[in-house]
């Protein structure tokens, strides 16, 4: 019995006139004769060719599209265009029939909503498959960036008491009977009586449990699953998403930026080798896609040649101060044509400013820095001029913000101070706190949206297509 071997591995064979059997699902049947063969390996089909003649008419008819196969057959130099081998059947069995009358994913083009809602088969379009293995070439980049410069992959908990960014957007944890919730004397929620005895919540960042590490390990990073009960229903934001933070002790926010901009281009870079059919095949699905568009709304870039761009050009780094400056001088600013106009300094940048800064000013992935400290969070580490913090976010192209982090206050007192001033309790946070107390040094850390990042890479315009099974409001399916 000769092993399966992958449609990948034989279509980048040298040897021909061997023995081979290949699984797969068939993805189209024509002619009696010709099946296109897929196995999640790659984005192209192997062509398998039926001796028709030889057999049997009710198998050839359930040869259908989304049949599970089996084939035994010859690999063989290919007379057709398109490809440089194909297999002669020599024995095919069904593993699994698929009905053609029933089955969603039919040979042809369906819309990305209409896929999302079959997202337990959307897997077995090019489309599908090209994204989610470009989303595995990322992760494993991630990790060998990390690992070859010696970080510490550390798991922070996913449930926690703490709100690590202070914005009140947690799902709860509980396993009260949520129809006899027990109440204290004063009707507050008896928290004491559930599992934790306390409340929890699923984690929105493990960057203060990772700060613990860094304190200790020096270089540590986290790549998990966060949570947001954000009620944005916008293709930027989903409930459920995973997050890479790393942490470095003795970094400053320039460090901080180094890396960032470092890790960012090392797994670009990755997947552009390692998938480059993939993102040829995306490349050319939204030169498709934007023909359907006005001239002057298409981009001067296609895919590949913007991911090629980001790996050339140093990102822009600026303040935010600097920034905002820009920004009032801009022309849509200038006459009227953002939905936020920029009035002052203080306030929080919209996304229709950060691409404004991004793709018409700069055209490269910015890093702004500086913020201020009433639009950031609490454990930024203050500047001199008592109005901001060192924090950075990096902007780019089509996507607004990839990255946030900062350089975090070491200095206990000025942390303590700014904890009072936001209202955040010092004794639910006292094993932070225990850090700047024992041992304290200067370190930084950011926090890089991994869907965001794999938009960007695959060009998908929605975060809901780059994720398997998207959580956003009113939807958890599957
Ligand atoms: O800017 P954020 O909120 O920063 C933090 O959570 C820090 N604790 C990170 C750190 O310094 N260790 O989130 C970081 C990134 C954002 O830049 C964005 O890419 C992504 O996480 N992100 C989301 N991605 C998808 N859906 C959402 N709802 C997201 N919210 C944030
Ligand atoms: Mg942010």
């Not at 568009?293 to 050009?313: G, H």
């Not at 935010?320 to 936020?340: C, G, V, W």
């Not at 607004?400 to 309790?425: A, F, N, P, T, Y």
Request: charged share 30%.
């Amino acid at each position: 019995m000769t092993r399966r071997t992958k449609i990948k591995a034989l279509l980048e064979s040298e040897q021909t006139d061997i023995e081979v059997l290949v699984k797969g699902w068939v993805r189209t049947f024509r002619n009696n004769q010709f099946i296109a063969l897929n196995d999640g390996s790659t984005n192209h089909n192997l062509q398998v060719v039926v001796d028709f003649e030889n057999t049997n008419p009710a198998k050839l008819k359930r040869l259908t599209t989304g049949a599970a196969i089996s084939v035994s057959g010859t690999l063989v130099a290919s007379l057709g265009k398109g490809q440089k081998v194909e297999v002669k059947a020599k024995e095919i069995d069904i593993l699994g029939d698929c009905d053609a009358e029933t089955y969603p994913i039919q040979p042809k083009k369906h819309s990305l909503e209409f896929l999302r809602e079959n997202a337990h088969l959307r897997f077995r379009t090019n489309t599908f498959g090209a994204v989610f293995r470009v989303r595995n070439t990322l992760a494993y980049a991630i990790h060998q960036f990390f690992q070859e410069r010696g970080f510490v992959y550390l798991h922070t908990p996913i449930i926690t008491a703490s709100d690590a960014e202070g914005a009140g957007e947690t799902f709860h944890v509980t396993n009260f009977d949520l129809n006899r919730i027990p109440k204290t004397d004063d009707g507050e929620i008896n928290y004491e009586e559930d599992f934790f005895g306390r409340a929890t919540n699923l984690t929105v960042s493990g960057q203060l449990e990772g700060e613990l590490g860094a304190l200790a390990l020096s270089d540590i990073y986290t790549f998990g699953p966060t949570f947001r009960a954000e009620n944005s229903n916008t293709t930027r934001h989903v409930a459920e998403f995973w997050m890479i933070e790393p942490e470095m002790a003795f970094y400053d926010l320039n460090d901080n930026m180094d890396l960032a901009e470092a890790l960012l281009k090392y797994v670009i870079k990755y997947a552009l080798e390692k998938n480059a059919d993939d993102i040829e095949f995306l490349t050319q699905r939204l030169l498709d896609e934007e023909k359907q568009k006005p001239q002057q709304a298409r981009s001067e870039m296609n895919l590949v040649e913007k991911l090629n761009f980001c790996l050339d050009k140093d990102f822009e780094r600026l303040t935010y101060t600097e920034a905002i400056d820009i920004l009032k001088e801009s022309t849509p600013n200038k006459k009227k044509k953002f939905q936020y106009p920029i009035e002052g300094w203080g306030t929080d940048l919209q996304s229709e400013h950060e691409r404004y800064l991004v793709e018409k000013h700069f055209k490269k992935p910015v890093i702004l820095t500086d913020y201020p400290k009433q639009i950031k969070a609490f454990y930024m580490r203050q500047n001199d001029d008592g109005k901001t913090v060192r924090a950075m976010d990096i902007l780019f192209p089509g996507i607004g913000e990839m990255v946030g982090g900062s350089q975090r206050e070491e200095r206990l007192d000025k942390l303590e101070q700014r904890m009072d001033e936001m209202g955040i309790s010092k004794e639910e946070l006292w094993w932070y706190l225990d850090t700047r107390r024992f041992g304290t040094c200067p370190h930084a850390g950011f926090g890089l949206g991994f869907e965001r990042l794999i938009m960007f890479v695959t060009g998908m315009g929605n975060i809901r297509d780059v994720i398997p099974f998207p959580r956003y409001p009113k939807n958890a399916e599957f």
